[in-house]
């Protein structure tokens, strides 16, 4: 959680898609689908 702005700052930075299926399977991959849901939203997304 420490890393949380971190994540989407680099989201945001490099203009990453976080609804696109590989960002998505990555965090279903660690079973963190509450936090994908957190980091779309705080990146606008």
Do not use: H, T
């Amino acid at each position: 959680m420490k890393d949380l702005p971190d994540i989407i700052q680099l989201i945001k930075m490099n203009a990453i898609n976080p609804n696109s299926k590989d960002i998505k399977d990555l965090f279903e991959e660690y079973n963190l689908l509450e936090l994908y849901e957190r980091v779309k939203e705080a990146a606008g997304y």
